[in-house]
């Protein structure tokens, strides 16, 4: 069984001791180091502990000065608007996991407030600052590029410590991994279906994965994992790599069909690479699954409408919508944080 990591520990025990004290607004605590010796831990482990129950409204960290008790952090809040910023919001599975977080704040009296990055940073950026400057209940939101460096991580910390409890679906930022996120095992979903794959004989596994999301990065995890406890022999050639700005580069011409030559299996980053790729596959004359077997992640609609129908991980997509929903309510009403992790099962389609 997994262990509570010590920062958890230290986290549950400070919030036990804020509420049974009932202290006041503004009620300092013990330092970082005072704290770090009282309970014989590092000071790392004390800031991570810290910065959860930031998070949660539950205490302000002045820099320079200290950290304080905000009692009044839920009293005060009344819009009963909930704002969810994500990557995109017409395209893909995101209608499903916006319609899961709207069912789940209507059914508690709240509103919700839409907007979109594009998945840029900049676009993020004036987000948060409108939301810094404008009161809402909290927020629901799918990071900008979240495997790369965020410039916005400085106002993701002005957020909560103004209050304003937010969660994360999809990733998160690890400068932020205190914050409460919902995501996907998708190293596990990966693994599997390399594992998957394995089983069905095939030896030669090619990937196609996106580089600037933790989704991408994670699935490569798995991918590469899944070789290993397959007993497969990994290359790096085998893995081919795309990012928000340049994906049209892969699908120029015939240059992914010489990539692909060799290969008898392909695990693509989503349902949309995976059409792309049966679309190849097919215009170079050569047969899914009989050449090439595709499988790919998310299970949308899209995999469901290609002409073979394609193999796919499922994206629990208006599952995470409401549990991330759920899960901000609770901290507006003074709930702890939480890392929610949801599995996701290999639907057995036509292409593999």
Request: aromatic share 10%.
């Amino acid at each position: 069984m997994k262990q509570t990591p010590k920062y958890m520990h230290l986290a549950d025990s400070l919030r036990k001791i804020i509420d049974e004290n009932h202290y006041p607004d503004g009620f300092a605590l013990e330092t970082e180091y005072e704290l770090a010796k009282r309970y014989s831990l590092s000071r790392q482990t004390v800031r991570h502990a810290l910065d959860i129950l930031a998070s949660e409204g539950k205490i302000k960290k002045i820099k320079g000065s200290g950290t304080y008790v905000k009692r009044n952090a839920v009293l005060n809040k009344k819009t009963k608007i909930i704002g969810v910023i994500v990557t995109y919001i017409s395209q893909y599975i995101f209608p499903s996991i916006l319609r899961g977080i709207e069912s789940e704040l209507t059914a508690n009296g709240y509103s919700m407030e839409l907007s979109s990055t594009s998945n840029q940073a900049d676009k993020e950026r004036d987000l948060l600052n409108e939301y810094i400057n404008r009161p809402v209940d909290g927020l629901i939101i799918e990071g900008t590029k979240t495997n790369f460096p965020n410039p916005n991580i400085r106002l993701y910390r002005e957020l909560f410590d103004i209050g304003v409890p937010y969660v994360f679906i999809n990733g998160y930022y690890p400068e932020l991994k205190s914050i409460s996120h919902v995501i996907t095992d998708d190293c596990g979903a990966s693994k599997k279906a390399v594992e998957y794959l394995a089983q069905k004989g095939h030896t030669r596994i090619a990937g196609i994965f996106k580089s600037d999301d933790m989704q991408g990065i994670e699935r490569y995890r798995g991918y590469f994992e899944g070789f290993d406890s397959s007993g497969l022999e990994f290359h790096d050639n085998s893995v081919f790599w795309f990012n928000t700005e340049n994906r049209n580069y892969l699908f120029r011409e015939d240059y992914l069909m010489k990539l692909l030559n060799g290969y008898t299996a392909v695990i693509c980053y989503n349902d949309e690479i995976a059409i792309q790729v049966y679309e190849l596959i097919r215009k170079a004359g050569k047969s899914v699954p009989g050449d090439i077997a595709v499988i790919s992640f998310d299970n949308s609609i899209f995999s469901d409408l290609n002409t073979v129908k394609i193999t796919s991980m499922n994206h629990p997509k208006e599952e995470i919508g409401i549990i991330a929903a759920r899960q901000l309510i609770k901290m507006i009403n003074g709930g702890k944080c939480e890392y929610i992790v949801l599995p996701m099962e290999l639907i057995e389609k036509e292409s593999t």
